[in-house]
């Protein structure tokens, strides 16, 4: 058993890995990426283009290529089964990251054992 993203495991399926993800249900635990220009960017101009090609339909379709979900309306995932309107999504809260220390602790315990 491994702990990856469904994304991953597509990426494998495609180079004809003998793997595929499962769920307990249609439910699917995320965490939103981020994409932004700082206030204090050296080259503030620069950085909007950046962030405009990344949310063009060409950067979106490089996301997708990569078997990422898109954000773009319009822009399928490859793998169908990664279409965010078969999935409940549910994000992982932006708080959580406070205690990831200790939650990693956790895990290891529960599944590392002896290890």
């Known amino acids: 058993m491994a702990v990856v ?3 991953q495991v597509e990426q494998f399926k495609h180079k004809g890995a003998p793997t595929d993800w499962v769920t307990s249900s249609d439910a699917i635990v ?5 994409i932004g220009v700082s206030a204090r960017a050296p080259h503030p101009n ?14 979106q379709t490089v996301f997708r290529d990569l078997f990422r979900v898109p954000v773009r309306p319009g822009i399928s995932p490859l793998a ?17 990251f406070k205690k990831i220390a200790q939650y990693e602790k956790e895990f290891r315990e529960i599944f590392w054992k002896g290890r």
């Open 80 to 96: 169908p089964r990664l279409e965010q309107s078969r999935l409940k999504i549910h994000y992982v809260p932006g708080d959580m």
């Open 30 to 34: 995320t965490s939103v990426s981020t």
């Open 5 to 7: 993203f469904p994304y």
């Open 46 to 59: 620069a950085a909007k283009v950046l962030l405009n090609f990344v949310l063009s339909v060409e950067g």
